[in-house]
């Protein structure tokens, strides 16, 4: 069981300054991400877009950010399940609660804050009748671990940048790697295209297009595929296939947690902490609504703070706390609190 002040649902942009903002206050935090990295939107869907409005940033890559956040966090030690859903949440007798993920972790936290933004990303998956035997068993739909592949035959699916970096990646790490996509055409990057086709010429990858997995086999874990490709179909042996049609965003269970929603978001009291109608639970960031509501990074980050604040009377029944900031040095005089 993981214990900790203020469990966070969602490592995005919200959640990783709300470890920021509970540190201040002494709180600890453990996040919670179904993605394998943190970062949210913003690594996993434009890492190399710049920002505009991150007040003091006139210009910042949205992975950038994601790296400077961290930074900013690190000093306070956050914990981190990633690659997991938060799937229930069990509210104890004392008023703490349990959150368990799809792979069975508990955490303890008296506070839950739930950043999970436009809900946790689930993957895409190929119409193939048996899939869902071998998920974990060589099927896997994200790849956490590129060490999983040493040594290995991978048959990679897709047409996007994720199919095309990873067969790039893994055919340094892996004995086989096979790239097959629907069409002769990929929708990623020219330049990872470009390199694609010239490890292609070098025999370090298979390309296999316009053609697709249509069955798996293997007596407990993937031992083979069975590829289409025009009117012919044949088995190309194998130890995974990694099927990456990329990931959709969806509220998924939390949406069954008893909270009040509306339009697939969560209502919070805005005019005070942005607290759900459970007490002790939080939804702040992009998964929130309220009157006026704007999903936007810097009003994410505004909402942590105020959460922090009033997680920190829960935490700390009766104890005064006196907001300073977090730098006087160099102010005659001045102890930092403020009025
Ligand atoms: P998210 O970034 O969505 O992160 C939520 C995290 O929660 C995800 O990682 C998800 O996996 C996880 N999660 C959800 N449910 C669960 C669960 N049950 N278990 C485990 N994990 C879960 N905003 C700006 O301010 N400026 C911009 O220029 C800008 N440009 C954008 C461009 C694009 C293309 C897009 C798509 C968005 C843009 N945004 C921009 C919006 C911005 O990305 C969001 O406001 C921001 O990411 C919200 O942060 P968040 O932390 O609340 O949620």
């Known amino acids: 069981m993981i214990k900790t002040d203020i469990l966070?649902?969602?490592?995005?942009?919200?959640?990783?300054?709300?470890?920021?903002?509970?540190?201040?206050?002494?709180?600890?935090c453990h996040l919670i991400d179904a993605l394998p990295q943190p970062g949210g939107q913003c690594s996993e869907l434009y890492p190399k877009?710049?920002?505009?409005?991150?007040?003091?940033?006139?210009?910042?890559l949205a992975g950038d950010l994601t790296d400077k956040l961290m930074e900013q966090c690190k000093q306070f030690e956050p914990g981190f399940t990633l690659g997991?859903?938060?799937?229930?949440?069990?509210?104890?007798?004392?008023?703490?609660?349990?959150?368990?993920t799809n792979k069975g972790t508990k955490h303890h936290a008296p506070v839950v804050a739930i950043a999970g933004g436009l809900g946790s990303f689930e993957p895409r998956k190929p119409l193939i009748d048996n899939l869902a035997d071998y998920e974990d068993k060589g099927v896997e739909y994200m790849i956490k671990e590129p060490e999983l592949y040493?040594?290995?035959?991978?048959?990679?699916?897709?047409?996007?940048?994720?199919?095309?970096?990873?067969?790039?990646?893994?055919?340094?790490?892996?004995?086989?790697?096979?790239?097959?996509?629907?069409?002769?055409?990929?929708?990623?990057?020219?330049?990872?295209?470009e390199k694609v086709q010239e490890l292609k010429s070098a025999g370090k990858i298979n390309l296999i297009t316009p053609a697709e997995v249509i069955g798996i086999e293997g007596d407990g874990k993937v031992e083979a595929v069975t590829i289409k490709q025009d009117a012919k179909t044949y088995k190309?042996?194998?130890?995974?296939?990694?099927?990456?049609?990329g990931l959709s965003p969806k509220l998924g269970p939390i949406a069954d947690w008893g909270l009040e929603?509306?339009?697939?978001?969560?209502?919070?009291?805005?005019?005070?902490?942005?607290?759900?109608?459970?007490?002790?639970?939080?939804?702040?960031?992009?998964?929130?609504t309220?009157?006026?509501?704007?999903?936007?990074?810097?009003?994410?980050?505004?909402?942590?703070?105020?959460?922090?604040?009033?997680?920190?009377?829960?935490?700390?029944?009766?104890?005064?706390?006196?907001?300073?900031y977090t730098t006087v040095a160099g102010v005659d005089g001045f102890d930092g609190t403020r009025k």
């Open 290 to 324: 309220y009157p006026g509501k704007l999903k936007l990074i810097l009003c994410g980050f505004h909402e942590a703070t105020l959460m922090c604040q009033s997680a920190y009377q829960i935490i700390n029944p009766g104890k005064r706390y006196v907001l300073k």
């Open 236 to 245: 190309k042996e194998c130890d995974h296939f990694v099927p990456l049609f």
């Open 49 to 60: 877009k710049p920002i505009y409005d991150i007040p003091a940033y006139p210009e910042i």
């Open 8 to 28: 966070i649902i969602g490592a995005g942009p919200t959640g990783l300054f709300a470890v920021f903002e509970a540190g201040l206050l002494k709180l600890k």
């Open 150 to 193: 040493r040594g290995k035959k991978v048959v990679i699916a897709g047409g996007g940048d994720s199919a095309l970096d990873w067969s790039i990646f893994l055919s340094d790490v892996a004995e086989e790697v096979t790239l097959i996509h629907r069409r002769n055409e990929f929708r990623g990057h020219l330049d990872s295209v």
């Open 261 to 288: 929603i509306e339009k697939n978001a969560i209502k919070v009291n805005n005019a005070l902490d942005y607290q759900t109608n459970i007490p002790g639970i939080y939804a702040i960031g992009d998964v929130n």
């Open 84 to 100: 997991e859903r938060a799937d229930t949440i069990e509210k104890q007798d004392d008023g703490t609660f349990i959150v368990t």
